[in-house]
């Protein structure tokens, strides 16, 4: 049947047929994790640290599955994202500290990514950096404004594929692989601020705010635009099939974007740090400097695939930005409109793009942003994840679809090792 709101040709009850039809907002959200922000972490922590960070990327996976299980949970469940919720059953200040804290984050990465977009094309093409950050603000913002829903969506998971540039690059590099699994299997923590800092990045970039808000937010979206379906508090003759197909969509999305990491920061650990190059300290610059080491094709494949991460994460995090500001407000939100029905929500799209590309044009050195918004991500992810686990439990939110056990007691692992790790990160700064 056609879907007249977003364009989809589905069932009665919402379901394609098809693997790649199940993947979506998990898929979409893991992916976009792989920004130019988390290139540029990866790539310097693998430069800095060798393959004795490989562990984190091992270790935060399913911490960061259940995470993003438990948010698209709320949005599907209640039909709402998260800062809805919010706004519907807590206090305003808590709600206006939270989409306060988002839009900050938000819009650092959103001028981390432009800039080290503008850059990787300036080192393939040559030309100025500053016209490629304006011209790829535009196209994401037009891109999210005036493409249909369903092409949006189907646009995103193709740009997803883009990822795989990471995995060529590290099969053309020598990989000492006996090495990679004994430090990736068993953690080497070391008691040092950079090292701690490093792994406060790892975290922040793969268990981030603006994921949550996302993959809630498009969980409630795919409900508003999918003929049959209605939020499981109103039809619970939908949740097994649903929470089914979240399960499997959040965990793939979630290891390929754990994945995607790994590989790059195998990259920079096999060639920069083997050869004494220990300060990367942008996705661009990573690219710049294999090209001597692994050659012209490891270079240009790195810096293809930090445009293509780009073009995918800058729009969920414009668009994060205005579903949490519109369900704060309560504008219509959602992508599956028409511009000239949520003005305000579309408005709040292109509002938070233009601050990142304000970042990027007032010479806020871009460099140390990619780096430090992946370690304000890991900070301001802590109060948020507290509220997600105490909304998920509560039955006045989710009626009977309250957490699992299993799933609530992963949740609040995750929220306490985030926690530890941003105290510990504050305590060596404080004791240096």
């Given at each position: ?203 922040g970039t793969t268990i981030s705010p603006y994921l949550f808000f996302w993959q809630s937010s498009d969980e409630a979206e795919k409900e508003r635009t999918t003929r049959g379906a209605r939020s499981l508090l109103k039809a619970p003759q939908q949740a097994a099939a649903e929470l089914h197909r979240i399960r499997i969509d959040t965990y793939i999305g979630m290891g390929f974007s754990n994945l995607i990491g790994l590989c790059i920061l195998l990259t920079t650990a096999a060639t920069l740090h083997a050869r004494g190059i220990a300060n990367i300290e942008s996705s661009a610059q990573a690219a ?145």
């Open positions: 049947m056609l879907n007249h709101r977003s364009g989809n040709v589905e069932g009665s009850a919402g379901t394609k047929t098809g693997a790649f039809a199940v993947l979506g907002p998990g898929l979409i959200t893991g992916a976009s994790d792989d920004d130019p922000s988390g290139i540029a972490t990866y790539s310097q922590v693998g430069a800095q640290f060798g393959f004795g960070m490989s562990w984190v990327m091992l270790f935060s996976y399913p911490l960061m599955a259940a995470t993003q299980e438990i948010s698209a949970r709320i949005g599907r469940v209640t039909g709402h994202g998260i800062a809805g919720n919010i706004r519907a059953h807590y206090s305003p200040w808590l709600l206006r500290a939270v989409v306060g804290l988002l839009l900050v984050a938000n819009i650092i990465n959103i001028g981390a990514d432009l800039g080290a977009m503008g850059d990787a094309l300036t080192l393939l093409l040559g030309g100025p950096a500053g016209l490629y950050v304006v011209l790829f603000a535009a196209g994401c913002v037009a891109l999210e404004i005036f493409s249909r829903y369903a092409r949006y969506v189907s646009i995103l998971k193709w740009l997803t594929l883009t990822l795989f540039a990471y995995v060529a690059v590290v099969l053309v590099v020598d990989m000492p692989w006996g090495q990679v699994l004994r430090e990736t299997v068993v953690p080497t923590i070391v008691l040092d601020k950079d090292y701690i800092v490093g792994v406060v990045a790892v975290l710049e400097a294999l090209r001597p080491i692994a050659g012209d094709f490891a270079f240009a494949v790195f810096a293809i695939g930090i445009i293509g991460t780009g073009l995918l994460a800058v729009p969920v995090l414009a668009g994060s930005a205005a579903y949490a500001v519109g369900e704060a407000l309560k504008w219509p939100t959602g992508l599956g409109r028409k511009p000239k029905k949520a003005k305000a929500f579309y408005g709040a799209v292109a509002v938070a793009t233009l601050g990142g590309v304000g970042i990027d044009l007032v010479n806020v050195d871009p460099i140390r942003a990619l780096f430090w918004s992946a370690v304000i991500n890991g900070v301001v992810a802590v109060p948020v994840m507290a509220v997600m686990m105490l909304m998920a439990a509560a039955p006045r939110v989710m009626g009977r679809w309250t957490l699992s056990r299993p799933l609530r007691i992963m949740g609040w692992v995750s929220t306490a090792v985030m926690a530890v790790t941003v105290v510990a990160m504050a305590a060596t700064w404080l004791w240096a």
